[in-house]
């Protein structure tokens, strides 16, 4: 079975500072592994994703991922933050990329960027 | 930009009821999922969808639900007698198939359904 633990339910930064978002998973294949980010009131955006290949993955809006088998790990990065960062960031795992694997997805982690 | 949409964006509805939220996932994928949140709770997946039956399913998808694609466009999730732990947000998404190394899963804006 697959998991996902993000830590730290809530994390604040001050605008232009390093954001980091802590997700480790847990998976007996190799894992396919993805960041969403909600904003208000809205749906499910990807800002990344690690299928195969280079395990430093780069996203939309300045956010990268890297893929660290040895840790299990797939932390989120963006080295400044901005007002338009907050948002709740989901981290999430698939067994299956094409055809059609669910999603497993962490608690979440809501980012709070201080002025 | 194709997106996934959903109607309605809020359903409120008496416990026993009937609801159908309605989904039109990305015009060329062929896969289609329901997921929800709970307030407060992760996202859970419900059920996913090919070539017009059930692909897979958790355990929350009991026989209270059910999906169905009525028409070419339209991807629906029925639940037959609400009960009050239904309330949720409940989100479509949708993939592409047998395209190696997609298979990103696009989502829907939600539907906030409230039992009373």
């Known amino acids: 079975a697959q998991s996902v633990t993000q830590l730290g339910s809530h994390v604040s930064v001050s605008e232009g500072a390093l954001v980091l978002l802590r997700c480790n998973y847990s998976?007996?294949?190799?894992?396919?592994l993805f960041w969403y980010v909600q904003y208000p009131n809205q749906g499910l955006q990807l800002l990344l994703k690690y299928t195969t290949g280079a395990t430093l993955v780069k996203g939309i809006n300045g956010f990268e991922a890297e893929f660290k088998k040895s840790e299990t790990s797939f932390h989120l990065t963006k080295p400044s933050a901005h007002m338009s960062d907050a948002a709740e960031y989901f981290c999430a795992v698939s067994d299956r990329v094409n055809q059609g694997g669910k999603l497993i997805f962490g608690q979440g982690t809501e980012l709070s960027v201080k002025p | 930009e194709p997106e996934v949409t959903q109607t309605p964006s809020h359903q409120v509805t008496q416990m026993g009821q009937e609801v159908i939220l309605r989904c039109v996932p990305i015009s060329n994928h062929l896969y289609f999922y329901w997921y929800r949140q709970i307030l407060g709770q992760k996202v859970e997946f419900l059920v996913s969808f090919y070539n017009n039956e059930i692909s897979e399913k958790s355990e929350i998808f009991d026989d209270q639900f059910s999906v169905e694609r009525p028409d070419g466009s339209n991807f629906t999730l029925k639940i037959r007698s609400t009960k009050l732990e239904d309330s949720a947000m409940y989100f479509c998404?949708?993939?592409?198939?047998?395209?190696?190394?997609?298979?990103?899963?696009?989502f829907g804006p939600g539907t906030r359904l409230l039992v009373l």
């Open positions: 998404a949708s993939s592409e198939a047998g395209k190696a190394g997609d298979g990103t899963q696009y």
């Open positions: 998976s007996s294949v190799p894992p396919y």
